[in-house]
């Protein structure tokens, strides 16, 4: 029975010692119909581009820290480390980037952190691969209506 105990103490400090937080976030931003080029200058540990069906542009990033607890990893997303922008770049491009490029290492008082970050980036399906940065799309010009005017 002592040995149980003792058995079941160690498991649960070794399990609380290096605890794991994870946690996941979507942002999503609209993507005007005029618009021909989507970029990429996602920066992280993993960083996945796909279509998807839909008309909207959205990003999940998903961030794990190994050795902190989850207050410091929602501080983290709080303070806007993981943070993702979509901005227009004139009319016709739309440029998807992380507004902290060069991150330092995070440690705490007792031991470094071993943090890792993945993005997941989904561009609409009327977009084209052309490299994992570059997404293109042609829009369809506009055909005037045909006047109902019959001529004589």
Not at 45 to 72: F, Q, R, S
Not at 74 to 95: M, W
Not at 118 to 136: A, C, E, G, Q
Request: proline residues 4%; charged residues 25%.
């Amino acid at each position: 029975m002592r040995y149980s105990f003792l058995a079941i103490a160690l498991i649960f400090f070794f399990s609380t010692a290096f605890a794991q937080s994870k946690q996941i976030q979507h942002h999503s931003f609209e993507v005007a119909p005029q618009v021909t080029t989507i970029k990429v200058d996602v920066v992280g540990n993993y960083v996945e581009v796909n279509n998807w069906p839909g008309n909207l542009l959205m990003v999940e990033i998903k961030a794990e820290l190994h050795g902190a607890n989850d207050d410091i990893l929602n501080h983290l997303f709080e303070s806007g480390r993981y943070l993702v922008e979509a901005e227009a770049q004139g009319d016709t491009e739309i440029l998807v980037y992380t507004k902290q490029k060069d991150r330092k290492p995070l440690k705490t008082k007792k031991r470094d952190c071993i943090e890792r970050v993945h993005y997941r980036v989904f561009i609409p399906d009327s977009f084209t691969k052309v490299n994992n940065n570059l997404w293109t799309r042609e829009v369809e010009a506009e055909v005037p209506a045909p006047s109902e005017e019959k001529g004589n």
